[in-house]
């Protein structure tokens, strides 16, 4: 209808490699891996990676990334459970991130949780310089273990 391509994958579904079950943060890189694969996107490119359960109130950050050439990641520094800023979390539900960090990334080399994880591996691989820190997403997130809503 929207004439877009769209890749569907079963990745959400219940992932057992071994004997181990994979996590929410582990199953979105296996798609994300899969559109990179499937629609030849290049190692420069800038990937947005939005949570399609959340609302979205504004697109200002959409406007960020595209008035940031410059820079290689953006995010909210945020804990969406304690409400805290600067303390190594990050808001997956939407964040953008050059092609080639997406490939490198690996979670079974963190152990804390996928938000805290995803923000460890971008202190170590991005240049400081590279890194885009928004203040606000306006988005609606929606806290799975008590479905309370929280805007970040």
Known sequence: MFNCPVLYTNDNSRIIVGDNILHKGQREIIDIRKVIEKFDIQEDDMIIKITGRYLLFKDDFFKTVL???DKDVFFRD???CTFETGCNHMVLGLFALRCKYFKKFNYDRYTMGAEED???????????DKIL????????????MNNKMVDV
């Open 78 to 80: 945020y804990n969406v």
């Open 133 to 144: 820190i928004v203040k606000k997403l306006w988005l609606r997130v929606t806290l799975g």
């Open 67 to 69: 008035d940031h050439p």
């Open 118 to 128: 995803f923000r460890l591996y971008i202190n170590q691989t991005s240049e400081p």
